[in-house]
């Protein structure tokens, strides 16, 4: 049966006219129980009292899963990963989310809510505070110019941080693995200019190939997730991943978290 996860983001506490998104889209605004479709009624506002992800029914009865409190209220999204695989995986399987605040100004957003079945091949969130953590991979990255910081963190406590032409490089064992993705979230700051540009690369084993370029016209300085099929690509023991700047100068930043080949 293997592993099955329920993944979604949350964000809290802030104002609705600057509501930022995931995926670039809409995300669901939840202020009573259930899955509300996109909902951007004035519904913000200070004071988050407590909001229970009510969470799951298998067949068996409602099960709560998580709770999200006024810790989680600090302005940006986190992401939540919920293993399901102790649970029956009924054709009615329900999923709820459910609001449980007392004043009508309190409010929360939820993005990106997706069911996957496989556990990461690879993953690193730069928690471990430097360049030699995650799992999965088969070395530490080989870093050039980039850094660790704690100040924007997409979920956890760090991501890595590039100016200029700062370079991550790292090598996973994909032999006897196949259609995986690549998948990050970035920040793209605001200073970003035309002609800056940021790059994520592979090496099959034939060369260096660009799979998604970063430029200007993404820099709303936002988080967003991205994810590169790397189903073209030959899986092989020395399969390599990297993530480079071009950009003109040291204001210009970009930050990426949570790297993971799934």
Known sequence: ???????????????????????????????????????????????????????????????????????????VYHQHIIDLSSYNRSANFNIIFAGAMDETLDYWYLDRIRIVGDKAVAIDSFDSGDFNGGSGFSFAWTVSGATITCDQAFIGLNSAQFTNNA????????????????????????????????????????????????TASDADGYYHSYSIDLSPYNHISTFKIAFEGGMNASSDTVCIDQIQIV
């Not at 920040?187 to 035309?194: I, K």
Request: hydrophobic share 35%; glycine share 12%.
């Open 1 to 75: 049966n293997g592993q099955t996860e329920l993944v979604f983001f949350t964000l809290t506490d802030i104002p609705i006219t600057t509501i930022p998104t995931i995926d670039g889209g809409c995300p669901l605004v939840p202020p009573v129980t259930g899955i509300i479709t996109c909902d951007l009624s004035d519904i913000a506002g200070p004071g988050l009292k407590r909001i229970r992800i009510q969470s799951i029914d298998d067949g068996s009865g409602e099960q709560i899963v998580d709770t999200i409190t006024p810790d989680h209220a600090d302005k």
């Open 167 to 214: 370079r991550i490089e790292r090598t996973v064992d994909l032999s006897g693995f196949s259609g995986k993705k690549l998948e990050f979230a970035a920040r793209v700051g605001q200073a970003l200019s035309v002609g800056d540009q940021f790059t994520i690369s592979i090496d099959e084993g034939a060369g260096w190939v660009t799979v998604k370029t970063l």
